[in-house]
């Protein structure tokens, strides 16, 4: 019977520390959370910092001691019998001692960064409602009026108070380069605040919800931009604007007739067609996407059981689809605005912000990703997941708008009374148009 030697293991033991090694040499660390980004991370890392300290001397002063015992106390042959030790009051005070000590050690930095990460914000800070939905984000600036989703925006050296709430189950709010990971929980409100370092201006981070929350958990992400004060307000001024369509729309089409109500109110649209929307934009700030990082462009695959006719996009028409979205004709064609809000148009159901089912749609040209994080903003990525998004996004609440797509919600197939794909080409259109 051969006996297995350990010398054999040697090649798979080396080669697994070389990995190791070389995984260790990477320069990108995207998403790690041991930087001094804000006073919050930089806090909370100091505090590592000083318990792996710690740690690491009790470790090896614990190990070095008991290697010495080993092979001091080891049994030789002819040796005496050991010697047992019954009642030793000085050594029994010694190992009561020094981990008490090790501990108060341990407490002290930690219960103070304890105090100072759970404080209330200071006076003035910019006040962000963080909501979590199954499975996207909801970012409101109660004090500037601006609601919007999976993107946000805050200014660089400016401290930003979070409220965090839920409208359905637990998730959990966390951008690893900024610290701060904090649960929302139903029913409850929490808080956290933190302050961006003035000179990280101009810079992306990743967001990620940190709870298992559904079938969907894993595709709830965001992104964190963080700009200088002065294009935070023209950001702000962007985003305080209604929905209106900018470039101008196709020349086929008619004039857009935007209805002048606010959501919820039941106001008609005027008599005298307004200017047009190209007029009515407002310039603002939009982070560049040709200067986001490579990892935080989602490289979601577009899952290929979606068949569109992409030659379509060319041609859509942003006016007509306007109509439909907006039903100013009474087409009843599309139920978006049962869900979802655009500000400046007439809800079907007379939704206000904090009742909106869906994400705001007001600005959603303007945002470089859409489903949570999980595809670019393009008019082919759009096109399908209106088409069916419970294929590209499993779980999610969306419903299944394009003829002859599986709906899983009614358990049917659409039938040809839904969108046609040069229909879906002239939303699109129009949404695209909502910078």
């Not at 919050?40 to 470790?59: E, K, M, P, S």
């Not at 985003?239 to 959501?263: E, K």
């Not at 577009?302 to 060319?314: C, G, Q, R, Y």
């Not at 903003?377 to 499993?394: E, F």
């Amino acid at each position: 019977m051969s006996r297995k030697r350990p010398h054999r293991f040697a090649p798979a033991v080396l080669l697994a520390a070389v990995v190791l090694m070389l995984a260790a040499c990477g320069v990108e660390y995207p998403n790690s959370t041991f930087n001094h980004t804000s006073d919050l991370n930089t806090a909370i890392d100091a505090l590592w910092d000083r318990l792996l300290l710690l740690g690491t001397i009790v470790f090896v002063f614990v190990e070095v001691l008991l290697i010495f015992t080993i092979y001091k106390f080891r049994k030789r042959p002819g040796g005496a019998p050991a010697k047992q030790i019954h009642g030793h009051a000085a050594l029994e005070i010694t190992w009561t001692v020094i981990p008490a000590l090790i501990l108060v050690l341990i407490a002290v930095p930690t219960v103070r960064t304890i105090f100072k990460t759970q404080a209330k914000a200071p006076a003035g800070s910019l006040e962000v409602t963080v909501i979590g939905h199954q499975w996207w984000w909801e970012f409101r600036y109660p004090s500037l009026g601006i609601t919007t989703a999976n993107e946000l925006y805050i200014p660089a050296g400016k401290t930003v108070n979070f409220t965090l709430q839920s409208r359905d189950v637990i998730h959990s709010f966390w951008t690893p380069q900024l610290g701060g990971k904090r649960d929302l929980i139903t029913n409850r409100t929490n808080y956290l605040w933190y302050t961006v370092n003035a000179d990280l201006a101009e810079n992306v981070f990743n967001g990620f919800c940190t709870e298992y929350c559904g079938a969907s958990h894993a595709n709830m992400r965001f992104r964190v931009y963080t700009v200088s004060p002065d294009k935070f307000d023209s950001w702000t001024k962007r985003q305080q604007a209604n929905g209106v369509m900018s470039p101008i729309p196709s020349v086929a089409a008619a004039p857009v007739v935007a209805l002048a109500s606010v959501a919820g109110s039941k106001a008609k649209a005027p008599a005298t067609p307004p200017a047009p929307a190209s007029q009515l934009a407002v310039d603002g700030y939009v982070y560049p996407l040709a200067q986001m990082p490579k990892w935080t462009i989602p490289q979601t695959p577009v899952p290929s059981e979606i068949k569109f006719d992409d030659a379509l996009l060319a041609g859509g028409d942003s006016a007509r689809g306007h109509e439909m979205v907006a039903n100013t004709k009474n087409m009843g064609t599309v139920p978006c605005l049962t869900c979802h809000i655009i500000r400046g148009e007439y809800t079907a159901m007379g939704l206000k912000d904090d009742v909106a089912a869906g994400p705001n749609l007001t600005h959603i040209a303007s945002r470089h990703t859409f489903a949570a994080g999980l595809y670019p903003t393009t008019p082919a990525n759009l096109a399908r997941w209106i088409k069916n998004a419970q294929v590209m996004k499993p779980g999610s609440l969306m419903t299944v708008l394009g003829a002859g797509e599986y709906n899983p919600m009614l358990k049917k197939t659409n039938g040809s009374t839904a969108l046609d794909d040069r229909q879906i080409a002239d939303i699109v259109a129009y949404l695209m148009a909502l910078k």
